[in-house]
């Protein structure tokens, strides 16, 4: 591995409600306000169902043998029935596809507030449902519903960074959400930043005092909090760019601090350009081991891809992790405003793809790309194209980007005649996110229609038979039908082998990227890889 690819980058200025307990009896659910599956037929190689809303689910059956919870459609791990389907892709009729009315899957009301409390801190709980629009983002039983605006879901994505012990605090994230006030962006920042400042002073202070792992856990739990800190800050505020130098600063400390330590990579790319990334090794040996290249989608950076994306739980279970961005996602385009999005990623990727298989430590057999939220339209491009990819995960699949962003951003209906910048509510926090991801899609300055315009050019369409290698695909009950139904008729054209799984409110992973449950998440992944790989005629080192 050369200098340059060993430097770290140069600084700039996831349905079916689980069958749990099925057995040869028909099992009669606990009545639930939402939207659940009516049983038509539930056998081991076919499973038809329609969504409904219905105060309480109806009944329904498996045929095998009590063991542990059926959780997937069909022929799951824990079933022990005989006869499984050659496939496992057999998935839900859903609503659709209405997408500009699109409604979540689970719409159970949020817990109902103390009349006395405050209306307008966090301390006051919901009453119904998030107002930001029901897709993607939408609320769902396994939010923390300390908010009604996405600052809920931003919550839920800081909390359980530490399931592995070594990520943010529940009681730290807790904590910091009860002094914001919500939907007011200036009290977030000010937040997070006070948490943030003083658990990187915790992790100073445990690194002087010769505390290494102490050291390397609060820097972690620091980074998390810096990113979670800038998320909807605007590019023309300095803060965005301090605080996340700040953020990659505590990651590159808490690097250092691993055994075999992380590596920072800078990845050569067009036009003497580099890509962030890290790569973690499974064991201090030179040994060929299988690697999962791990991206996140429009608002990561790669150091966050070591908590919920997967890199910790890779290096568990004997796999090298790949964290890596492309351009426009947060850490490059931090790095390098020249660096915007474009709809052909399979280019970033095999430069990825280039570097990952320079190294001595990577069986080029047994190499997969897993993608978060947009790389959930990255991650199955990119496969349709680079070849060297032998398995891909797409968590959520996203085909068509325009209908989703017109949905997420809730676009006005008006005339064609009319603008939809002085329509939309630029109050709401997702909003202003929105105007940021707008900037490294290079359309700042740019009507919101060319924005939505833009989008139409990311699209899977046509490329379902140029995808060869296995693909899982993972989407959570609370990301609502609209995503539910794209990514199911897309993978209905998949002619490669494919695996669907839809995680639900009640197994308590059901919020976009199955962030609310990263334990859940990685336990599907990396099952589903090890059985990859096995097929492949491959185990690991």
């Given amino acids: 591995m050369g200098p340059a690819a060993r430097a770290g980058g140069s600084r700039g200025a996831s349905h079916v409600p689980s069958l749990a307990g099925a057995s040869a009896f028909t099992r009669r659910r606990t009545p639930y306000r939402g939207v659940f599956a009516t049983a038509k037929t539930l056998q081991h190689g076919a499973f038809v169902y329609r969504a409904n809303r219905f105060p309480a689910a109806k009944p329904v ?14 022929g799951a791990p824990s079933c022990s029935a005989a006869a499984r389907a050659p496939t496992t892709a057999v998935r839900p009729t859903v609503p659709g596809p209405a997408l500009r009315d699109a409604t979540m899957l689970n719409t159970t009301p949020g817990p109902k ?44 994505r800081a909390m359980p960074a530490g399931a592995y012990g070594d990520g943010g605090a529940v009681g730290e994230a807790c904590s910091t959400a009860r002094r914001i006030v919500d939907g007011d962006l200036e009290s977030w920042v000010v937040a997070w930043t006070e948490t943030a400042e003083r658990v990187e002073k915790i992790g100073h202070a445990c690194l002087s005092g010769g505390h290494a ?33 700040r953020h990659r600063s505590c990651f590159l400390q808490a690097a250092k601090l691993f055994d075999p330590p992380i590596e920072p990579v800078s990845i050569p790319y067009e036009n003497g350009k580099t890509l962030p990334a890290y790569f973690m090794r499974a064991a201090a040996g030179g040994a060929p081991r299988p690697t999962v290249m791990i991206l996140g989608g429009g608002d990561t950076t790669c150091e966050e891809l070591y908590y919920w994306g997967g890199g910790a739980a890779a290096v568990r279970r004997g796999y090298n992790a790949f964290l890596w961005e492309g351009p426009g996602q947060v850490g490059t385009y931090a790095l390098d ?20 298989l320079s190294r001595n430590d990577v069986d080029p057999k047994r190499l997969a790309l897993s993608g978060h939220s947009m790389g959930g339209y990255f991650a199955p491009r990119a496969a349709a194209f680079e070849k060297r990819i032998t398995a891909v995960m797409a ?23 009319e603008e939809l910048d002085g329509k939309m509510d630029l109050r709401k926090p997702l909003t202003v996110f929105g105007s940021v991801f707008r900037e490294r899609c290079g359309m700042a300055g740019k009507p919101v229609e060319a924005f939505f315009e833009d989008m139409g050019r990311y699209s899977l369409a046509g490329l379902e038979g140029q995808i060869t290698c296995p693909i899982l695909v993972i989407t959570g ?24 799984r839809m995680v639900s409110a009640l ?12 334990s859940l998440k990685h336990q599907i992944e990396f099952d589903w890889l090890d059985d990859v790989f096995k097929k492949n005629g491959a185990s690991r080192s």
């Fill in 113 to 156: 507030s103390d009349p006395k409390a405050p209306t307008n801190r966090a301390g006051a709980l919901p009453e119904r449902p998030s107002a930001e629009p029901p897709v993607v983002f939408g609320y769902s039983a396994g939010m923390p519903g300390i908010f009604k605006s996405n600052f809920d879901y931003q919550l839920a």
């Fill in 395 to 417: 968590n959520s699949l996203l085909p068509e980007l325009k209908p989703m962003f017109e949905a997420l951003f809730a676009k006005p209906s008006t005339p064609a005649s």
């Fill in 337 to 356: 405003r020249d660096l915007i999005y474009r709809p052909d990623w399979e280019v970033p990727t095999r430069y990825a793809v280039d570097y990952v």
């Fill in 477 to 500: 009950e609370g990301e609502g039908s609209l995503v539910a139904a794209a990514e199911h008729a897309f993978c209905e054209k998949l002619t490669c082998p494919k695996t669907e």
């Fill in 507 to 518: 197994d308590g992973g059901e919020v976009h990227c199955t962030l609310n449950n990263p």
């Fill in 213 to 245: 792992i102490s050291a390397r856990d609060a820097f972690l739990r620091a980074a998390i909090y810096w990113k979670t800190g800038f998320f909807y800050l605007e590019t023309k505020d300095p803060r965005q760019l301090a605080m996340y130098n």
């Fill in 61 to 74: 059956s498996c045929q095998a043998p009590l063991r542990e919870p059926c959780r997937d459609w069909v």
